[in-house]
């Protein structure tokens, strides 16, 4: 085969890499406005420069983390100290960051390594080896499906994670990665499966498969993940192409329960919240739909991992109304964010999504409970607060994950305690 022709082959599908995009001397700013009226205008400034924001503003907090690049920082200081609103450098050159993050992999010899970031093909290949691991274990399963395939056609998939003997027990589902580049997502919920299968340190294990059927979707927008590995850290959204302007669609803003009011999703593809042309336009929040439709009668609990903001939000996401059980979601989620700051003393929030954080339509917390009514809904935002935002480097994965997997184990533990069960029963 020719150069040239073997070129177009590669260009025609997809496969010739841009540069990573460079990222050198671009900062987050902190900025504390300290009035609602201070706060319009940092948000008008934001509109005007077209700023990405990296944190919201949220009730009774009108601090926001804001990514500012270099040929825009000057303007953008004197233009707050006009407004005045209190700023601080948060992260002082973003390139420096994602530089040091792919030197900090620590080695691991044998078997995979939960604390580095890993890529999509590593992911699947450590699914995979579950699998096959449980195989000679007599009392835990695991299965493997894929449940969709996204718009670049890389497998989404599911892992299940069961007691191997015949019973059905209720479910908590849990999927990572709807956001690229939340990278401590995927390797949180990496962890979890590590853990369940093969035993941990608090002992866990053997009750939470006792009590529950567990679903995984460690990896839910592969596209995105991989495009934040080689072109563009700062990625958020899908790879999809609709024939509009820009690439991508908010995977989290496309779930179809309360998708049409306006709040805090765009209609413009180049918004990195676009919330695509109809709900359920994306394969990927289409195949968790599907998926969870399928089982949603035996379904307890949904977990969605995201990052960053430390903190475990309950529905509304789109209304500050609140369902008639949050004080059950509520309770819940304090256990699950106790045990969480218990190991390090890292600080969680728990609380309704529109109060603790902000709102948006079309998010898969709201159409889990609103339309699939599984009863406890919840978004999880890991570490940190914003020293590295969605940059969490690797000696954090190890810490992050600990804590998290203590609280999943309490939460899980605590549902099983309060909840009237359906009988166990036979398949
Ligand atoms: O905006 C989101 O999709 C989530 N935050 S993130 O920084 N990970 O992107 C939060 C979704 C929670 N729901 C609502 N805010 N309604
Ligand atoms: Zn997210």
Request: aromatic content about 12%; overall charge negative.
């Amino acid at each position: 085969m020719t150069g040239t022709l073997l070129s177009v082959l590669m260009l025609l599908c997809g496969y010739v890499l841009a540069d990573p995009k460079r990222f050198d001397g671009h900062k987050v700013l902190h900025i504390l406005p300290d009035s609602i009226e201070h706060l319009n205008n940092v948000l008008e400034l934001k509109e005007l420069l077209n700023l990405n924001i990296w944190r919201h503003p949220r009730m009774g907090n009108l601090s926001m983390d804001v990514h500012v690049e270099p040929h825009k920082l000057e303007l953008v200081l004197t233009s707050l100290q006009q407004i005045g609103a209190d700023v601080r450098v948060w992260i002082h050159d973003i390139q420096q960051l994602i530089d040091n993050e792919q030197k900090q992999t620590k080695k691991k010899d044998t078997g995979f390594n939960y604390f580095a970031y890993h890529r999509f093909s590593a992911i699947k290949k450590y699914l995979a080896d579950v699998v096959t691991a449980t195989n000679s274990m007599n009392n835990v399963s695991a299965q493997l499906t894929t449940i969709g395939y996204s718009f670049e056609f890389r497998e989404i998939q599911m892992i299940k994670v069961s007691r191997n003997d015949g019973l059905s027990r209720p479910a908590i589902v849990i999927d990572g990665g709807i956001h690229a580049r939340e990278w401590i997502s995927p390797a949180t919920v990496l962890y979890f499966i590590g853990q369940l299968v093969s035993g941990d340190e608090f002992d866990y294990s053997p009750k939470l498969l006792d009590k529950f059927d567990w679903y995984f979707i460690p990896l839910l927008n592969p596209d995105g993940y991989e495009y934040s590995h080689t072109t563009d850290r700062l990625w958020r959204k899908n790879r999809v192409s609709h024939g509009e302007k820009c690439i991508g669609v908010d995977i989290n803003r496309n779930f179809g329960y309360m998708w049409n009011p306006v709040i805090n999703r765009s209609t413009n593809s180049c918004s990195d919240v676009y919330a695509g042309p109809f709900a359920f336009s994306e394969e990927e929040s289409f195949a968790l739909k599907m998926f969870i439709l399928n089982n949603k009668d035996n379904i307890t609990a949904y977990l969605t991992y995201h990052s960053y903001g430390q903190m475990w939000l309950y529905p509304w996401g789109y209304t500050s109304a609140l369902p008639t059980d949050w004080q059950e979601l509520d309770s819940a989620a304090t256990v699950g964010t106790e045990a969480q700051e218990s190991l390090y003393g890292t600080p969680y929030l728990a609380g309704p999504t529109v109060k603790t954080l902000y709102s948006a339509t079309g998010v898969s917390e709201d159409w889990a409970k609103g339309v699939a009514n599984i009863k406890y809904s919840y978004t999880i935002e890991l570490r940190d607060t914003g020293s590295f935002g969605f940059l969490l480097p690797q000696d954090q994965i190890e810490p992050n994950c600990r804590e998290s997997w203590k609280a999943l184990g309490e939460f899980a533990l605590a549902l099983a305690a309060r909840e009237k069960y359906k009988e166990i029963k036979d398949i």
